[in-house]
Each structure stands twice: as structure tokens, then as C-alpha cells.
């Protein structure tokens, strides 16, 4: 039982009392977890299977998905497993346990995103599965995740920063009608992941507080290395993605973008560092993933896609 309000130290595998509340933060969110349920086998494949092998996709098109969905394979079992190994291992506030319970159950959806994927599309395990092993930017940026593992990576860079420049690909070819599919279920994964990176922001600013001694200077200026290493990663995977630029896209966008992207991460958990590009190149994309937009745009749409199974969104 969780006396103290502290979110680490209380006993490991002891009963977790929920009530009464001392991080209704956490509690809230797994409301709004719950509130954004879905599940890939709703979504209808159809359409993507029909482009996938009537040739309505180019080549460079398809090996960007393959790419994303590489990264995603690896990096989705990554979270998964920081999360029971390490997260809910060390955090032992219940209120953060119920929510990490429920972003496990998530990070498995995302799981089968690409499992439905590779399905419909008759992909092969080497391309995607076995990505961390042959395509060397998927395998640098792995790498780097199992190398760092802890909670502030894991949620501002792989989770906060990582992901996005897959969502972005992934959501330009959807912008076009391509695999609108695909597109829905990164839409749905998107959601997921803004709700995760507001609960490991929460969690980091708390442990700040609660734990000063921790959070030195030294550990800062680590995490802002970690950053610029994810920054660099990605300038390499991008290429590799996108060798040509294609969909309105080009891999010295994601340059910016990731630094962008960076800014507000560090900017959120209250670290001064800034990247010198501060624009996001891809104004289309803002209002899906800035962050406050997010929050509104769940808020605005809740009730919509409640339990409902179907995105009818306008962005
Ligand atoms: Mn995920
Ligand atoms: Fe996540």
C-alpha cells in the first residue's frame, strides 16, 4: 500500500490501494486510455490490400512503410518491455500501475498493428521483424533504446520523439488516400502515444520533485545528450526511409522536425536546452500531434469514438 504519496519505494508486489487518490493525474489518464479504445482487427484492410497489389503504390512509397513499420515492430516491443521490466518494477504508486497496466495493453495493440500489417500485405519477417538486424538506421536507433533504457528515455525519446517521424510518414500517404487503413490505425496509435508521453511527462516532472537529488545537473545534461543522439539517429534513418522525396516529403524535413519535436519534450519535462530549429515543417501535421492540440482534439472528440471503433475525424 501506497502510504506516502511517494511515486518509488513503497513495496514491490504488496497489495495497491487505489483510493483515496494522491495522483489523480495518473488515474485520469487511464480514463482517458479507456476512453480511446480500439482495436486494429476493427479497422478495414481492404482498400490497403487492393492498392498494396494493384500497383496504385510506388516503390519508394512501399518501402516506406516497410521502413516505419521495421521501426515500429522493434521499437513498439521495446516500450512494451521497459515498461514491465523497468516502469512497473520501480513506480509503485497504484494510481501510475493502474495506468501503466493499461498503456501495456496499448503498447500490445500497437504490436498487432503490425502483425495485421505484415498479414494484409504479405511482407516478410526479414524486412520488417528482422529490420533491427538488417537495416542498419533501424538497428542504430534500437541500439541506442536498449543502451539507455530508463524512464526518461524511453517516454521523451523513443516514445516522444522516435515515433513521431513514423506517424508523420505514415500520415502523409494517408493524406493522399493511400492505405487509409494503415492510416486509422496510426491515427489511433497516435492518440495512444500523446496520452503516454503526458503520463511520462507527469511522472518525470514528479520524480523531479519528489526526488531532487536524483535529477542532478549531470543527469540533466545526459538527457539532452540522449536527445541529440536520437536527433542524429534519425537524420540517418530518414534516409534510408526516404531516398528520394516523395509524398510532399524529404528526409532533411525530419532534421527539423526531430529537432522540434526534441524542443518540446525537453521544454515539457523543464530542461532549458533548445535545438536551433524551432519550425515544424509539417504544418499539416500540427494539429494532430502538437501536444496541447492533442489534448483539446481528445477532449472535442471523446465522445465520438468512444467504444465506437470508428474514426470519423476531420484532420
Ligand atoms: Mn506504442
Ligand atoms: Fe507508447
Not at 138 to 150: G, P, T, V, Y
Not at 185 to 200: A, C, P, V, W
Not at 282 to 290: A, Y
Not at 293 to 304: G, I
Request: glycine share 6%; charged share 25%; hydrophobic share 40%.
Amino acid at each position: 500500500m501506497s502510504k506516502s504519496g511517494l511515486l518509488l519505494g513503497e513495496e514491490i508486489a504488496g497489495v495497491n490501494q487505489i483510493l483515496p487518490h494522491k495522483h489523480q493525474f495518473a488515474w485520469d489518464l487511464f480514463l482517458k486510455g479507456v476512453a480511446n479504445n480500439w482495436s486494429p482487427s476493427e479497422i478495414n484492410m481492404g482498400d490497403d490490400i487492393d492498392q498494396w497489389k494493384n500497383g496504385s503504390l510506388s516503390k519508394d512509397e512501399k518501402l516506406l512503410v516497410k521502413r516505419c513499420l521495421g521501426f515500429f515492430a522493434g521499437s513498439e516491443s521495446l516500450v512494451g518491455n521497459n515498461l514491465l521490466l523497468t516502469v512497473a518494477r520501480w513506480v509503485t504508486d497504484p494510481e501510475c500501475r493502474q495506468y501503466v497496466l493499461r498503456q501495456a495493453y496499448e503498447e500490445s495493440l500497437h504490436n498487432w498493428t503490425v502483425v495485421t500489417c505484415c498479414d494484409s500485405f504479405g511482407l516478410k519477417v526479414s524486412e520488417v521483424y528482422e529490420a533491427y538486424l538488417n537495416i542498419p538506421s533501424i538497428k542504430a536507433k534500437d541500439d541506442f533504446l536498449m543502451e539507455i533504457r530508463n524512464l526518461v528515455s524511453y517516454y521523451i525519446v523513443c516514445e516522444g520523439t522516435f515515433f513521431f517521424s513514423g506517424f508523420a510518414m505514415l500520415l502523409a500517404l494517408g493524406r493522399q488516400n493511400k492505405l487509409p487503413g494503415l492510416s486509422d490505425q496510426i491515427r489511433y496509435t497516435l492518440r495512444d502515444e500523446s496520452l503516454h508521453i503526458q503520463f511520462g511527462t507527469y511522472l518525470i516532472n514528479t520524480l523531479k520533485e519528489q526526488y531532487p537529488s536524483v535529477w542532478t545537473k549531470k543527469f540533466e545534461e545526459e538527457t539532452v545528450e540522449h536527445v541529440k543522439k536520437a536527433v542524429e539517429l534519425e537524420i540517418a534513418y530518414a534516409h534510408d526511409v526516404l531516398p528520394r522525396g516523395i509524398l510532399g516529403l524529404n528526409a532533411d524535413m525530419f532534421v527539423d522536425y526531430m529537432q522540434y519535436i526534441g524542443n518540446r519534450r525537453l521544454e515539457g519535462i523543464g530542461i532549458d536546452f533548445r535545438f536551433e530549429s524551432d519550425e515544424n515543417p509539417f504544418p499539416w501535421l500540427s494539429e494532430v500531434v502538437d501536444t496541447g492540440a492533442m489534448t483539446n482534439f481528445f477532449e472535442r472528440k471523446v465522445k465520438d469514438y468512444q467504444n465506437s471503433g470508428v474514426l470519423d475525424d476531420d484532420f
